[in-house]
C-alpha cells in the first residue's frame, strides 16, 4: 500500500498544543519526524522552518497552569512524515 499521495503537506510552522492557533489535527493522523541540526529530536512540542527554531518542553520547570515551560532552540529544522 502505498499512502503517499494522501498525506496532507507539512505546514511551515507545527504546534503539538490543541488550545495553539499553529495546531493542525490532520498532521497528527500520521507519525512526523524533527531533524533539528541534522539530528533527529523526539521531544519537540512545536517548530518552525522558516524562522529556523523547534521548542521543547523543560525537564523540571513549569509555568504556573502546570504546563512544563518550552525552550527554544535554533538551527536548521526538517519536518518529515516517518
Not at 3 to 13: E, F, I, K, V
Not at 31 to 60: A, H, M, Q, T
Request: glycine share 8%.
Amino acid at each position: 500500500m502505498n499512502d503517499t499521495t494522501s498525506l496532507p503537506a507539512l505546514p511551515d510552522r507545527l504546534s503539538g498544543n490543541p488550545r495553539s492557533p499553529h495546531h493542525v489535527a490532520e498532521c497528527f493522523e500520521h507519525n512526523i519526524g524533527i531533524r533539528l541540526n541534522g539530528k533527529e529530536r523526539f521531544d519537540v512540542e512545536e517548530y518552525c522552518i522558516s524562522e529556523g527554531w523547534v521548542k521543547i518542553p523543560s525537564p523540571k520547570a513549569l509555568d504556573r497552569r502546570g504546563q512544563p515551560l518550552l525552550i527554544t532552540l535554533k538551527g536548521t529544522v526538517e519536518a518529515y512524515y516517518s
